[in-house]
C-alpha cells in the first residue's frame, strides 16, 4: 500500500476531465480531487469535453463522465469516441439517472467504470485513485 504522500505525489502528476452539466455536482467534484491533489479540467456538456481531448493540451490522464447529459454527445457517446480515436485515455463513469438493474450500468459496475451518484468525497477519491 502507498503511503499518504507518495499517493499525494503521485496525484499531483494526473490531470482529470470531469464533464458533468450539473453545475454544483462540477463544483463538488473538482473540489474534492483538487484537494487530493489532482490537477481538474472541467466542462459541463460532452461536445466540449471531446473539444478538450482533441486538443491534446493538457494532457489527459482519465475522463470522468456523467452518462446522461443534454447535448449531442452524452456520457456514453463520449466515451465511444475517445476510445475509437484515443485508446489509452480511460474514461470512468457517474450516474444517478439509470436504474439499477439498468444492462449498461450493471456492466460498467461489473468491470469497476461507474461511481453512482449520490457519492461521498472518500468514495469519489477511492474510485478515482482504484484506476
Do not use: C
Not at 73 to 94: E, T
Amino acid at each position: 500500500m502507498l503511503s499518504s504522500s507518495l499517493m499525494q505525489a503521485k496525484r499531483a502528476i494526473r490531470t482529470i476531465l470531469v464533464v458533468d452539466d450539473e453545475v454544483l455536482i462540477l463544483g463538488l467534484v473538482r473540489r474534492v480531487l483538487e484537494h487530493g491533489n489532482y490537477t481538474v479540467i472541467t466542462s459541463r456538456n460532452g461536445d466540449h469535453a471531446w473539444s478538450v481531448v482533441e486538443q491534446g493540451k493538457p494532457k489527459l490522464d482519465l475522463v470522468l463522465t456523467d452518462i446522461v447529459m443534454p447535448g449531442s454527445i452524452d456520457g456514453l457517446a463520449l466515451a465511444g469516441k475517445i476510445h475509437r480515436k484515443y485508446r489509452k485515455l480511460p474514461v470512468l463513469f457517474m450516474t444517478g439517472a439509470l436504474p439499477e438493474n439498468d444492462a449498461r450500468a450493471v456492466e460498467m459496475a461489473r468491470k469497476g467504470l461507474l461511481l453512482r451518484k449520490p457519492f461521498s468525497p472518500k468514495d469519489l477519491v477511492e474510485f478515482i485513485d482504484s484506476h
